[in-house]
């Protein structure tokens, strides 16, 4: 079978001045986690290099660019799955990182545990030699400014989801040419979270899971709705009652839309290879490699075709 990688870079209400730098890292960060399962790596180390590239990319808020909390500082959550053995790792409250994607997946394969937070991530960071950012080397401009222009998380929250301030938490999602699915998820949370706000990206079920029997979720949004709902495993439920990847999405967002006024987006890829990217809020930028031909959008129902060089 043929691989698919899909990534987000966030569903929120993205203003125009992020529009390009937006839907531009996403269309790079899914050409660099298809290199890897074109050369025959697996899903798993497809998404983890996906998200490490939106994360090195100032544009979105994982790693570099993350928003800040009410304390001015940046805490990171992520989470990584692999869909073969359900196997899974995550850190939340994480400082001083700049790849937690590949934190949450040294806790998969070197820890007994699924999640780390907070001192602890580092500490285990720091055993394992992983270089310690300075805050500072995190913070880019853009968040700088707006977090000193807004410093109200509920102002923020209704403008961004429209429920309608988070943005860019990123994501990706693969199958590989084996049928393996994987999902990984990256966030710096919603600007001025309280200190030691978790949402729901690092939280397995809700902010991603990938089961090689249904399929493999990226979710981004509000995380409080996104948790209530359990986001990620009622779009696979949907998949397992018979649902099309794109159906099981859509009804699952309108649940979320319904049920507790939460608006978001997801991205979804099938073991068989079917792939969707759905979201509620206002813009969402998202991309997907599939035989050499690359999709993306940012506007609701936009799906540009690109063929990618051989
Ligand atoms: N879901 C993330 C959170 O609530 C934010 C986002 O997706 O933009 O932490």
């Given at each position: 079978m043929s691989a698919v990688l899909v990534v987000h870079g966030g569903a929120w209400a993205i203003p125009d001045k992020l529009a390009k730098a937006s839907v531009d890292g996403v269309k790079a960060a899914a050409h660099e986690g298809f290199l890897v399962l074109k050369r025959g790596g697996n899903a798993l180390d497809a998404v983890e290099a996906a998200v490490r590239a939106m994360e090195?990319?100032?544009?979105?808020?994982?790693?570099h660019g993350a928003t800040l909390n009410t304390d001015g500082e940046v805490e990171l959550d992520a989470i990584i799955m692999d869909g073969r053995t359900l196997d899974c790792g995550a850190v939340s409250s994480a400082k001083n990182v700049a790849n937690p994607?590949?934190?949450?997946?040294?806790?998969?394969?070197?820890?007994?545990?699924?999640?780390?937070?907070d001192r602890g991530a580092n500490l285990f960071a720091e055993s394992i030699g992983v270089v310690r950012?300075?805050?500072?080397?995190?913070?880019?401009?853009?968040?700088?400014?707006?977090?000193?222009?807004?410093?109200?998380?509920v102002t923020g929250v209704n403008e961004d989801f429209n429920c309608q301030w988070a943005h860019d938490t990123v994501g990706a999602v693969a199958v590989d040419c084996d049928g393996n699915v994987a999902c990984a998820t990256s966030t710096g949370g919603i600007r001025n979270k309280m200190v030691g706000r978790v949402g729901d990206s690092p939280v397995i079920g809700s902010g991603g899971y990938a089961d090689n029997f249904s399929g493999a979720v990226s979710?981004?949004?509000?995380?409080?709705?996104?948790?209530k709902v359990t986001l990620a495993r009622l779009i696979l439920s949907h998949?397992?009652?018979?649902?099309?990847?794109?159906?099981a999405s859509?009804?699952?967002?309108?649940?979320?839309?319904?049920?507790v006024r939460g608006a978001g987006g997801a991205i979804v890829v099938s073991p068989s290879g079917q792939w969707a990217a759905t979201f509620t809020t206002e813009r969402m930028a998202?991309?997907?490699?599939?035989?050499?031909?690359?999709?993306?959008?940012?506007?609701?129902?936009?799906?540009?075709?690109?063929?990618?060089?051989?």
């Open positions: 090195d990319n100032n544009v979105f808020n994982a790693g994607v590949s934190l949450a997946r040294a806790v998969m394969e070197k820890t007994s545990h699924i999640m780390l937070t950012v300075p805050t500072e080397t995190l913070v880019s401009e853009y968040e700088r400014t707006e977090w000193e222009k807004h410093k109200n998380y979710c981004t949004g509000h995380g409080e709705s996104i948790l998949i397992e009652q018979g649902k099309s990847v794109s159906e859509q009804v699952s967002l309108q649940h979320m839309g319904d049920r998202w991309a997907a490699v599939e035989q050499d031909v690359l999709w993306f959008g940012l506007d609701p129902n936009e799906r540009v075709k690109e063929q990618l060089s051989q």
